[in-house]
């Protein structure tokens, strides 16, 4: 915990060279995959990289169930401190006399019990003599907060809270009615104030100006509360650095340690991965056929290339409906939102190249315009995702707004406006974006397809971005900062997972069954 008027700055650290060696080792792994079928086979594969046993499934004990459960927890929270660097606790939102809390059960019986408790003591406080045992067990409790905010070298402060905040001698004050409760709130408000963070300084502020001693009291504890999650925040802050370094072991360990407690913790992966292998296998499969000649040689498949097809279908999941693979789940929500802002870019793209293919020659040389219906564009589409959007709806709103931007432009420079039948043209094409099988929604995702399948084969893709195909320039800006986001994901998730991809895809391309004469390529990438 900072003290006051104190900043505390954590570096974010790059990933290590450790971190760099395991993600080599992670891909070692899945280049084993496209060596010889006897490197899969043998005995060396490491325990880590083993999805699932051949053995009969077990019975799995309740007890393994939630070991797992907390297992997935522990990873998921780490893996969210290491990677969003605005991850932070938080106070419940409501306040705690909220009317919500009031009108619900566990609300109303928490309010009344909390009340209870204040008017008695308050009523203790008042009584003639006063009774302060309820005061001294919340000095003793308000001693044991302040004294778990101290660094280990606060030896001088942690004495003196000790000998101020004593409670035998409180009670023995109190036995002959000499203790002062005024003055030890007054100095526990002054020892918060010498231990919180600079954004409490104003709740400090008003916990001395509170006249009533109960409410006071009252107010401590809430500050303390406070500054508890400060203190929570501030350790996340630090912790992140060595999280990060060590992140990649972490995340593998523990969903080794899942697997074992779950034996069929990897079958919603083994399924997304088997898609693409079977997707690939009719791609080579179509190619490899000419009429008329017989071919002999067997069609090859690259596990890099499956893989990182795997990872393209996730630019295109339905997040409401499918489940994710096991190994994304700590991603879900980032691969999500990921998804809806790639599609709000998709429809601009289409957007653009509608109006520039309408009226790009009457607003040739206006770059202003094309800036100021993007941006209306973006603004009218945001929410497009949420299930009470009508995206033909909002098209038409974008169409019609268009309209009026581009008739005000050409009616300062002295144009003559569009007339009706092309305005209700651009408007018409503009809703028919959400239509199935369009042909210009189609040309814009293959291109945005296109460009992210090249940039998962960079090897860094944060230091040299692949080039944007044509009628993307409206978004490159965009496009490029969402595809390093979602490169940098897609990374992480090889590097913590690659060798159980890599026994996968073993199991996937040199099963007879599955693949018939399929064999393993050298990787492309």
Not at 92 to 113: M, Q, T, Y
Request: contains cysteine; negative net charge; hydrophobic residues 35%.
């Amino acid at each position: 915990m900072p003290f006051h008027g104190e900043k505390q700055c954590v570096g974010e650290d790059q990933p290590s060279d450790s971190d760099s060696s395991r993600f080599s080792e992670s891909m070692a792994s899945l280049s084993d995959c496209e060596c010889s079928r006897q490197s899969f086979t043998s005995d060396s594969s490491s325990k880590s990289s083993s999805p699932a046993s051949m053995s009969p499934p077990r019975v799995v004990t309740f007890d393994e169930v939630m070991a797992a459960a907390r297992n997935l927890s522990n990873m998921t929270l780490a893996h969210e401190i290491a990677v969003n660097e605005n991850f932070q606790l938080k106070q419940d939102a409501l306040p705690e006399n909220s009317l919500f809390l009031r009108c619900s059960l566990a609300g109303r019986v928490k309010h009344i019990v909390h009340q209870a408790f204040w008017d008695v003591l308050e009523s203790e406080l008042s009584a003639e003599p006063p009774e302060y045992e309820h005061a001294i067990k919340l000095f003793e409790e308000i001693r044991e907060t302040l004294l778990s905010f101290l660094t280990p070298g606060g030896n001088r402060l942690r004495n003196q809270i000790c000998e101020v905040l004593d409670t035998d001698l409180i009670r023995q004050q109190a036995e002959h009615n000499a203790v002062d409760i005024q003055g030890l709130a007054n100095y526990v408000i002054s020892t918060m104030g010498k231990l919180c963070a600079p954004v409490r300084d104003d709740d400090i502020r008003e916990l001395k100006a509170t006249g009533n001693i109960v409410e006071g009291l009252r107010q401590i504890f809430h500050v303390l509360d406070l500054m508890k999650m400060d203190m929570a925040n501030f350790t996340i802050r630090s912790l992140r650095p060595h999280l990060q370094r060590q992140l990649v072991e972490y995340e593998r360990t523990k969903f080794q340690e899942i697997l074992e407690e779950t034996p069929s913790a990897l079958d919603q992966t083994t399924e997304w991965i088997k898609e693409s292998v079977n997707e690939e296998l009719l791609s080579l499969s179509d190619t490899a056929v000419t009429p008329g000649v017989e071919n002999s040689s067997k069609p090859s498949l690259s596990p890099t290339l499956v893989l990182n097809n795997s990872y393209l279908k996730l630019l295109q999941w339905d997040y409401q409906k499918k489940e994710l693979p096991e190994t994304l789940m700590t991603d879900g929500a980032r691969l999500q939102e990921l998804t809806e802002k790639l599609n709000q870019l998709k429809i601009i793209a289409c957007l653009s190249l509608i109006t520039n293919n309408m009226v790009g020659a009457i607003t040739e040389g206006l770059p202003e315009l094309a800036n100021r219906l993007k941006r209306i564009s973006a603004v009218l589409l945001e929410g497009m995702n949420k299930e009470t959007s009508n995206l033909k709806e909002v098209l038409n709103s974008v169409g019609v707004q268009t309209c009026v931007e581009v008739n005000k432009s050409l009616m300062e420079r002295g144009l003559p406006t569009l007339n009706a039948e092309v305005q209700a043209n651009l408007v018409g094409q503009f809703s028919s974006i959400e239509e199935e099988d369009n042909p210009i929604w189609t040309l814009i995702d293959k291109r945005v397809q296109l460009y992210m399948k090249n940039l998962l084969c960079l090897p860094s893709p944060q230091k040299c971005m692949p080039p944007v195909p044509g009628g993307l320039a409206v978004i490159q800006q965009e496009l490029e900062a969402l595809g390093s986001q979602y490169a940098s994901i897609v990374n992480l998730n090889k590097q913590v997972y690659g060798p159980f991809y890599a026994n996968i895809l073993r199991k996937l391309l040199f099963s007879e069954e599955a693949t018939g004469k399929v064999v393993a390529s050298s990787p492309t990438n």
